[in-house]
């Protein structure tokens, strides 16, 4: 007899909930991304947690009506670093609730552990070597050491990643400047697929540290000095070739320092075809495994919890 298991997250721009089965199959999911006014380039916290609040039962209802063994939701942004953002609190305390009115275990992730499991997925396992996870979304760009530890548990340590600009924020930046709304990645994205050539934009790493502050100020000048005169679909393929070319610098370092053999890219950023495209190259070449979500499960989703609590579970037997 199949088990269900019921993810839920409520992150800085989504919305998210789902079920799978135990073949770690999905079989229900829904999300809603938060609504940003034209122009701007964020949502505070309170607006968020209005957004949740609305648009979860909603979400809820659209997921089939099965029993459910576990629950898998996001209750902070990193295993590192436990630091309360409201956000998260809605989808917690639905989590909360839901387990003890149905009597099933909760199982709390990181909303970065929630990406990390979302790939994984459609491995229907956890690899037991080290491995590398790189999560590049709009407030997260870090490179993490990832160690299984048996239970359907793993350790990650941050080892990597951006000491300024984020890599999502780098894209929404230029996306707004250029008058694009607001997430502006898949739009950035749609502009990029439009050409091959572009003038180059700089890539900072020192020591496996990315800063995309200059890389970014760099493209605001080019933006700023031709006004109404940039061609945007040049300047849109700069930035994504910047950030990877930042990234392949970025994971060179540590895979010396650290050696693995596989890598798991995550985040909303990655859903972009070109940097993925740019990672597939760049793991065949240097013999690394490469493991991607689907792009539509790439970006912010509940997946991942609803598969870190079934795995768990069935894996304990």
């Not at 996870?133 to 080892?159: P, R």
Request: hydrophobic share 40%; proline share 5%.
């Amino acid at each position: 007899m199949k088990r269900y298991y019921l993810g839920i997250d409520t992150s800085c721009y989504t919305t998210s909930c789902a079920i799978i089965d135990s073949d770690f199959h999905i079989v229900g999911e829904a999300r809603k991304i938060l609504e940003v006014k034209p122009g701007e380039r964020g949502l505070q916290q309170s607006n968020m947690v209005f957004q949740h609040t609305k648009a979860l039962p909603k979400l809820m209802s659209e997921l089939p009506q099965v029993p459910i063994s576990g629950i898998g939701v996001s209750g902070f942004p990193r295993r590192e670093e436990r630091s309360y953002m409201p956000a998260f609190m809605v989808g917690l305390g639905q989590g909360q609730t839901l387990s003890h009115l149905m009597n099933v275990p909760l199982h709390i992730f990181a909303h970065q552990e929630n990406h990390i499991l979302a790939a994984l997925r459609d491995l229907k396992n956890i690899p037991n070597d080290p491995f590398l996870a790189l999560h590049l979304s709009g407030g997260t760009t870090e490179l993490l050491y990832c160690h299984y530890q048996g239970n359907g548990i793993f350790e990650s340590h941050i080892v990597g990643g951006s000491r300024d600009l984020q890599g999502g924020q780098y894209v929404d930046r230029i996306g707004v400047a250029l008058g694009l709304p607001f997430p502006a990645g898949k739009h950035l994205e749609a502009l990029a697929l439009q050409t091959t050539e572009y003038e180059p934009l700089p890539s900072s790493v020192k020591d496996g540290w990315i800063s995309f502050a200059g890389p970014c100020s760099a493209a605001m000048r080019r933006i700023n000095n031709a006004m109404s005169d940039i061609d945007k679909s040049k300047l849109a393929r700069a930035v994504f070739t910047s950030i990877g070319n930042a990234l392949e610098k970025m994971i060179t370092y540590h895979t010396k320092e650290k050696p693995v053999r596989a890598l798991i890219a995550v985040g909303g950023v990655m859903s972009n075809s070109l940097l993925r495209k740019r990672m597939e190259t760049y793991c065949k070449r240097n013999h690394l495994q490469l493991h991607v979500a689907q792009p539509q499960f790439s970006v912010d989703n509940a997946t991942g919890n609803a598969f870190g609590a079934a795995y768990l579970q069935e894996s304990r037997g």
